[in-house]
């Protein structure tokens, strides 16, 4: 009886190496091809993967392990729960992999309306007759926070790191309108609408 149990147990031990390696695939996926937003950072996406990989482990498993016993009797409990796990496991991946997949359109879009956006800005900054020279000079050091779906505020810092040429980019229209912010303040990404 005690051999039976152990082969079952070595048969049904999938769960805990599973969680570890698509713990690290779910990380690599998170960061590589986010669900949401641009992604998250290395630390912030194994988080999400672990939490991802225990919600599978300690929910859906024990539940696919009830429907597999129903099916197959024989199997012992544990055993059942431990597939139902390394199921649960793979589909969440699978699930990742979709949305990630789903969501790379959208990425790529934002991806495409910033490097337009900082085009246009560097275009308008050469052949504005009025920019002065130090805006010119430190075009290099320009920075962009989002205001919206088509809106950026791009700003040149000026000589003095106080003040800055800011500029409004709506990239909603081709080429993207440039409009100059009154506002000579530089961006502060922590209280902007766009968020950091």
């Known amino acids: 009886m005690e051999l039976t149990r152990l082969r079952w147990r070595m048969r049904g031990a999938w769960q805990w190496p599973s969680f570890a390696a698509l713990t690290v695939a779910d990380t690599v996926l998170l960061h590589e091809l986010p669900?949401?937003?641009?992604?998250?950072?290395?630390?912030?996406?194994?988080?999400?993967?672990?939490?991802?990989?225990?919600?599978?482990?300690?929910?859906?498993?024990?539940?696919?392990?009830?429907?597999?016993?129903?099916?197959?009797p024989d199997l012992p409990g544990v055993v059942a729960s431990d597939y139902?796990?390394?199921?649960?496991?793979?589909?969440?991946?699978?699930?990742?992999?979709?949305?990630?997949?789903?969501?790379?359109?959208?990425?790529?879009?934002?991806?495409?309306?910033?490097?337009?956006?900082?085009?246009?800005?560097?275009?308008?900054?050469?052949?504005?007759?009025?920019?002065a020279a130090e805006f010119r000079r430190n075009i290099d050091r320009a920075d962009s926070v989002p205001y919206g779906e088509h809106l950026y505020r791009t700003c040149i810092p000026a000589d003095d790191g106080e003040h800055a040429l800011c500029l409004f980019v709506d990239t909603a229209q081709s080429p993207p309108g440039i409009r100059v912010d009154s506002n000579r303040a530089p961006n502060d990404p922590m209280t902007s609408p766009g968020g950091p």
């Open 35 to 72: 669900i949401a937003g641009e992604g998250p950072g290395w630390f912030p996406a194994l988080l999400l993967a672990t939490f991802f990989n225990w919600l599978a482990v300690a929910v859906a498993g024990p539940l696919l392990g009830l429907l597999l016993r129903r099916r197959r």
């Open 84 to 131: 139902g796990g390394t199921v649960a496991l793979l589909a969440t991946t699978a699930i990742l992999v979709a949305i990630g997949l789903a969501h790379r359109p959208a990425i790529e879009a934002r991806r495409d309306a910033f490097s337009a956006q900082s085009a246009a800005v560097r275009r308008w900054v050469a052949t504005a007759p009025d920019v």
